[in-house]
């Protein structure tokens, strides 16, 4: 049995499923937070959040690094840890200095934390010769208004160091560029409390098809799990709307993703470590748009699960503890599966969700999660005000996503505006 540290944690769906990935592979972990509230308010009513099934709940200032290290230390020296990670992108580069501090397994720190920074990432790519978009970072207005009649509108601007699609805008002119700088710089703290950079990235507006690439990485080598596409609604945000898992794509257009994948991670210096790397297939080749070094959300990894029996979380878990991951595919009865989500297109109070009883009876259902009724709603404009999902497989083929899109199509929400 090995004693893992969780430092924080999404709230979404990894927040459940590394626990159980944990406890299913015979070990135990401690739990390390700044606000164990911010975790308690997130559980279903009456219910306890799997987060607390750890053995010890800690409390520390995870958003002070240096002070995080040496609490860490510390109770290393007392409680014994032989792995560290977390799911949340806001702490992994904090997660991979703690585990170098402790000696334990863990990617390099500096190639997180350059991951994690959309900037630093764009730069170390082009460096390589990894394909991406024409960019440009910019420390204010002037610098941004430049970018963009530069690289010629419409482009895409993003914050440098959120996540979940939060801010990235699609912008066709100057006015709307205004709106979306202004929109970033109002947002100077994240949802953890932590100060943001500043700058932001103006970017070449990219068409075509986009997928990511799940890859577990260890010992040196790159292993590529399985390509995913994906469906982007909401606009001009960028709202993830869906997911299929394997992606249907000819067999060269997989292979060029999944190659391109490869060689951001390696100009990143990644290994040890699970990744999702998305990319955009353009006419002109694949681009990547982003490398997240922890495993896909949205449950990505429960598609994989059905499909090839590869359960990514516990390879998560594995490669944190320095062991050999087993990413063998098995028959599962299940050639394809997908998830929808439901988008809220207006703020209000959430009064119910119609059509739930003849999704749940369909064929081929493996998941339907909706949101409470009186739930607040906001229009969508990030992938952090789904109302609920549907997830379903398909025995035959790659008709998973058409029999999600079905089902997604029979929900209506009933939202009262106030």
């Known amino acids: 049995m090995a004693h893992l540290l969780v430092v924080e944690s999404w709230v979404g769906s990894m927040s459940r499923l590394l626990p159980r990935a944990i406890r299913e592979g015979g070990h135990e972990f401690t739990f390390l937070t700044r606000d164990l509230h911010h975790y308690l308010r997130s559980a279903p009513e009456g219910t306890a959040h799997p987060l607390l099934a750890a053995r010890h709940v800690l409390t520390a200032d995870t958003n002070d690094p240096d002070a995080l290290t040496e609490f860490a230390a510390a ?107 202004r929109a970033i710089g ?8 932590q100060r943001r950079a500043p700058e932001v990235l103006v970017e070449e507006l990219l068409d075509g098809p986009e997928v990511s690439v799940e890859t577990v990485s260890y010992d040196g080598t790159a292993h590529v799990v399985g ?20 992606a249907a794509l000819a067999a060269g257009d997989g292979e060029a993703a999944a190659d391109t994948a490869l060689r951001a991670l390696k100009a990143l210096g990644l290994d040890q470590v699970v990744a999702h790397t998305e990319i955009k297939l353009t006419a002109s080749g694949p681009r990547v748009v982003e490398v997240n070094p922890r495993p896909a959300g949205n449950r990505i990894t429960e598609l994989i ?3 090839t029996g590869v359960d990514v979380a516990a390879a998560f878990v594995d ?25 809220p297109r207006e703020a209000g109070v959430l009064e119910g969700v119609d059509g739930a009883e003849r999704v749940r009876a369909a064929d081929g259902l493996l998941e339907l999660q909706l949101a409470e009724p009186g739930t607040a709603v906001k229009a969508a404009r990030s992938n952090n005000e789904y109302l609920g999902h549907v997830m379903a497989a398909d025995a035959e083929g790659l008709g998973a996503r058409g029999r999600v899109e079905t089902l997604i199509s029979a929900l209506c929400p009933r939202v009262v505006v106030r």
């Not at 170390?124 to 941004?144: H, I, K, N, S």
């Not at 109002?186 to 409390?193: E, T």
């Not at 390509?227 to 394997?246: L, Q």
Request: charge should be positive.
């Open 186 to 193: 109002d947002f100077p703290v994240n949802a953890r409390g």
């Open 319 to 343: 490669v944190a503890l320095g062991r050999t991951p087993d990413l063998r595919t098995r028959p599962t009865g299940l050639r394809s599966a997908a998830i929808g989500f439901l988008v």
């Open 75 to 181: 109770a290393h020296g007392v409680l014994g840890f032989d792995g560290v990670l977390t799911s949340c992108d806001y702490y992994l580069p904090a997660a991979a200095r703690v585990a170098a501090r402790l000696g334990l397994p863990g990617p390099a720190a500096e190639a997180v934390a350059n991951a994690c920074r959309k900037d630093a990432t764009r730069r170390l790519l082009r460096e390589a010769g990894v394909p991406g978009p024409r960019f440009a970072v910019c420390a204010d207005w002037a610098e941004t208004a430049a970018a963009a009649r530069e690289i010629g509108y419409p482009v895409v601007v993003k914050p440098v160091d959120l996540c979940a699609g939060m801010y990235v805008r699609r912008v066709d002119d100057e006015e709307q560029l205004a709106a979306a700088h």
């Open 227 to 246: 390509v995913t596409d994906k469906s982007v609604g909401a606009a001009p945000a960028f709202v993830e709307t869906g997911h299929m898992f394997p």
């Open 305 to 307: 699960r059905h499909v």
